[in-house]
């Protein structure tokens, strides 16, 4: 496509409950990251994937936060065990390795609601 | 760890005056520096973006920012400011060799016509 796209774009979930939030990148970039922003604050940074290297977890707020990806194309966020405070929206963005600063490019978000 | 700072949370301005947009970052190594806008209902975007050469770095619809590197500061400037300007806008900066952003808080641009 000629974006990245996420889904769903918006969800209500219950406290307690898993929820899974999808990213598909842009056709041929490499690296993916997911953000979040809650309301009132800047994005944070969660995880980072590049190619088949190890992903950087550094920013996932707790154990109940994972992530995957297929290759260089879809990701899952998943996060158990949903809490309230994890309400807020979920942004990815991709992008291209090769130029001197690559841009990275960020989808619509997923705003979840946890109830 | 980098951090920045957007001081102005919410800015009214009425069109065709000239807006000014505050961003400091700290970070002691060499950085590469954005603003990214997110129109209302739609996605965020690259505006601008500096890494090296000339510090005054220009984007699209006539915004500009300058990298002062004494003052870790990368205000974001545009002349006179059009309706269609109301956004929010974000200053982000990511370390060399480190592609993840570090994001301020945004600033909420209203344009009053």
């Known amino acids: 496509g000629a974006g990245v796209s996420q889904s769903p774009s918006n969800k209500v979930t219950e406290k307690g409950k898993d929820v899974e939030l999808r990213c598909d990148p842009i056709?041929?970039?490499?690296?993916l990251y997911w953000y979040r922003q809650r309301l009132g604050q800047g994005l944070e940074f969660l995880i980072y994937?590049?190619?088949?290297?190890?992903?950087?977890k550094s920013g996932l707020p707790s154990d109940r936060f994972s992530a995957e990806r297929t290759g260089e194309s879809v990701s899952t966020l998943t996060i158990q065990r949903t809490q309230q405070e994890d309400s807020a929206v979920y942004l990815c963005?991709?992008?291209?390795?090769?130029?001197?600063?690559?841009?990275?490019?960020f989808g619509p978000g997923t705003r979840l609601l946890v109830l | 760890a980098q951090s920045v700072s957007q001081h102005n949370h919410h800015v009214i301005l009425s069109e065709a005056a000239s807006l000014e947009l505050g961003c400091n970052y700290s970070?002691?190594?060499?950085?590469?520096l954005f603003w990214y806008v997110q129109y209302p209902g739609q996605h965020l975007q690259l505006l601008l973006k500096?890494?090296?050469?000339?510090?005054l770095v220009k984007g699209i619809k006539g915004f500009e920012a300058e990298f002062i590197k004494s003052k870790f500061s990368f205000n974001l400037r545009k002349p006179s400011v059009q309706w269609s300007d109301t956004a929010e806008y974000f200053c982000?900066?990511?370390?060399?060799?480190?592609?993840?952003?570090?994001f301020g808080t945004g600033t909420r641009l209203t344009i009053i016509p």
């Open positions: 500096y890494f090296s050469g000339d510090p």
């Open positions: 056709s041929g970039h490499t690296a």
């Open positions: 982000a900066v990511n370390a060399h060799g480190n592609e993840k952003l570090t």
């Open positions: 970070y002691g190594g060499t950085v590469n």
């Open positions: 963005a991709s992008s291209f390795l090769g130029s001197p600063v690559e841009t990275q490019y």
């Open positions: 994937f590049q190619g088949n290297s190890a992903p950087d």
